[in-house]
């Protein structure tokens, strides 16, 4: 609290980015004095801004700019008298927000919603100080300072819900000191002119008295002047007894501003300081870039009351670089391996802009071809492809696959001061490790390829679903299958399914290991685990993916044709002697007698369609067909006595 405060000769006037932020973007004079009170009619006017119908209540933002005019007037002072730098955080910034007129109906649920305080209010002190003599300039200024405190010199008023005219709803941001606080607000007028209006806000709790505060004429200053003590708190009630008329003062002196006495004559109010235009900048960047590329963030629009400070990136999957280099600078450029935000606070308002970085194009790993490798010669590099030179038994294997996927990477951490500053990416992904690289062999086992072996002999070929279930596949088909089910570039197929699983971006090593980011403060050891963790998941991805077994891993099945099954593998029994491919005389008698029926049951079928198609009135009387269905079957017995006399020939031949 300053007491007995002296102005010298000529004022000092502080220049102070201070701007109401309205969203109707309503801006006041700043000539020497505020807009005079008007009816209520004439107060509220509807702004289009930004394709969006606002009411605005100009009266009500005269008050809050008010206040923040009083408050810098007292800070300005405060500074001058300490010898203090001019800090934005000290100057009270208000913002009005979301004006709109509510309907009367609404009024009382209105003000029950929101007549809960916050928990921080603003409580204020007015201070006034005028030179020595009768004719010495005064100044007034408000010290604001937040409080908790509930006493009820600090209790809020609640408006009257009676005789209502109209009434505004609005939001209102206060911040100072490091603190920000927000709180629905409404603005009441009534109906008689005398009544006025009535605010609540839930943060200033003597709005009531700062609706009506003004400088008190000269004749009331003589009278408050003391000798010591020039300092004069605001009361905790009203400070006119009644509304004072709208001609007799404006609304609110403004320090510096020139004031017309009572007795005629002008005065001027001290220590001002200077209004300047709000500081509105543009933060632009890149919206995309690809990782390692630089970018470049920067404020334009900007001007002298513009003041630049905590330039931040916000990391969309974690992470935050404050930047400790250069803070004033209207640019911020540098490696980008992360997506997020970039901001930076101008004048005490954050503006932000976001960012993503698309990975690079050239880490994708291709797949590697089919090698046929020569069974059992190469078992440095693959030592599980080694099968015996005979299919044995039920089970053997007829062939054999397998993958490598080593692979190695670099990191590096950027180092540049800019917006991913400490960040961890990766700078490499190769698919080699060492002398070894990716590699997919398969081999097939020497009998089962080799034309000319007993094995490859002893498959028959005779296998037949209808009349020969229990035959044996052919050595070309089974040669064939086999190859396909290591190697082939379609479905039911090992290679196939390695194909399928690499080239899904999700498991590609390389495009998997270039996407992992270590968060600023990670050590380069934890970020080449998750890099490595990251790659090693989709490596067994890819290798799990290929190890399931087509067509049930039976090379009997034909992979190609939709694992149709083709009979099967004629193994040697325990005297080591392959089943005949010849069938015994009888039952290949008692097959072509079977084959034979048959026809003879489809001649018995069709001659039943025939009657009943060709005669539409068998479909309703199928008995007075029959005869007709009799006679016709009776031409079928002829085919089965040609195949009884076949099948007997056939028998006799046996003997």
């Given amino acids: 609290m300053m007491t007995g405060f002296l102005v010298n000769s000529g004022f000092r006037k502080i220049v102070v980015a201070v701007c109401l932020l309205l969203s109707a973007g309503y801006t006041y004079a700043q000539n020497g004095q505020e807009r005079k009170r008007k009816d209520a009619e004439k107060r509220m006017g509807e702004i289009v801004f930004d394709r969006q119908k606002i009411v605005v209540d100009k009266e009500l933002l005269d008050v809050y700019v008010r206040i923040m005019r009083y408050q810098t007037a007292w800070q300005d002072i405060y500074n001058e008298a300490h010898y203090n730098e001019t800090k934005l955080d000290d100057y009270l910034t208000i913002a ?103 605010i609540f806000d839930g943060i ?28 004069k708190k605001l009361p905790a009630v009203k400070v006119w007894s009644q509304t004072p008329k709208e001609d007799e003062y404006p609304i609110g002196w403004l320090p510096g501003d020139e004031e017309e006495l009572s007795g005629g004559g002008m005065g001027i109010i001290m220590m ?112 599980g492809l080694c099968l ?25 951490m950027v180092n540049d001061s800019g917006p991913n500053h400490g ?48 035959g044996f596949i052919s050595g070309a088909k089974l040669k064939s299958n086999t190859i396909y089910h290591e190697s082939a570039n379609s479905a039911n197929a090992h290679y196939y399914q390695y194909l399928v699983a690499q080239d899904n971006p999700n498991n590609n090593m390389g495009l998997v290991g270039e996407a992992v980011i270590g968060n600023p403060g990670t050590s380069q050891y934890t970020h080449e685990n998750l890099v490595n963790n990251a790659i090693m998941s989709a490596s067994n991805t890819i290798y799990v993916a290929t190890t399931i077994e087509p067509c049930g891993g039976i090379t009997n099945n034909d992979g190609a044709n939709g ?12 005297q080591g002697v392959y089943s005949s491919c010849v069938a015994p005389c009888a039952s290949q008698c008692a097959n072509t007698y079977s084959q034979c029926l048959g026809q003879v049951a489809q001649c018995q079928s069709y001659c039943t369609y025939v009657i009943l198609t060709q005669y539409p009135g068998c479909l309703y009387n199928p008995s007075a067909c029959e005869a007709l269905i009799l006679s016709c079957q009776s031409n079928c017995s002829g085919i089965q006595s040609a195949c009884t006399n076949q099948y007997n020939q056939c028998l006799a031949g046996c003997s």
């Fill in 204 to 231: 200033f709790p003597q709005i009531d008295e700062l609706v009506l505060d003004r400088m008190p004429l000269m004749a009331e200053r003589r009278q408050n002047r003391g000798n010591g003590n020039n300092v």
């Fill in 563 to 574: 694992c149709i099954y083709g009979g099967g593998i004629n193994y040697k029994d325990a």
């Fill in 423 to 470: 960040y961890w990416y990766t700078t490499s992904v190769t698919p080699n490790q060492g002398n070894a690289s990716s590699r997919f062999g398969w081999t097939i086992s020497p009998d089962v390829n080799n034309t000319g072996s007993t094995f490859y002999q002893a498959q028959c070929g005779n296998y037949n679903a209808s009349t020969n279930p229990n």
């Fill in 96 to 198: 009005v927000n979301d004006m709109n007129e509510g309907n009367l109906k609404d009024l009382a649920g209105y003000l029950k919603a929101i007549r809960e305080p916050s928990k921080d209010v603003i409580s204020v002190n007015r201070e006034m100080m005028c030179g020595r003599g009768d004719d010495a300039e005064c100044s007034m200024s408000y010290e604001v300072n937040w409080t908790t405190e509930k006493a009820s010199k600090l209790k809020f008023n609640i408006p009257n819900t009676g005789n209502v005219d109209h009434y505004i709803t609005y939001n209102i941001t206060v911040e100072y000191k490091e603190k920000s606080v927000t709180h629905a607000g409404v603005i009441v007028n009534y109906k008689t002119k005398n009544a006025g209006f009535m």
């Fill in 388 to 412: 015996p030179v005979t299919p044995l038994q039920n089970g053997d294997a007829t062939g054999m696959y397998q993958l490598k996927l080593p692979y190695s990477f670099t990191t590096l």
């Fill in 272 to 383: 001002s300081q200077t209004l300047t235009p709000c500081c509105a900048p543009t933060l632009t960047g890149p919206s995309t870039v690809t990782r390692g590329q630089s970018a470049t963030f920067s404020l334009s629009g900007l001007d002298s009351s513009c003041l630049i400070s905590n330039w931040k990136f916000t990391g969309s999957s974690g992470g935050v670089v404050n930047r400790t280099t250069n803070t004033t600078d209207a640019t911020w450029s540098g490696m980008m391996v992360t997506s997020g935000t970039v901001s930076v606070t101008v004048s005490g308002q954050i503006y932000s802009t976001s960012i993503t970085v698309n990975p690079r194009n050239n880490f994708t790993f291709t797949a590697v071809n089919a090698e046929q490798i020569t069974n059992c010669t190469n078992l440095v590099e693959f030592p």
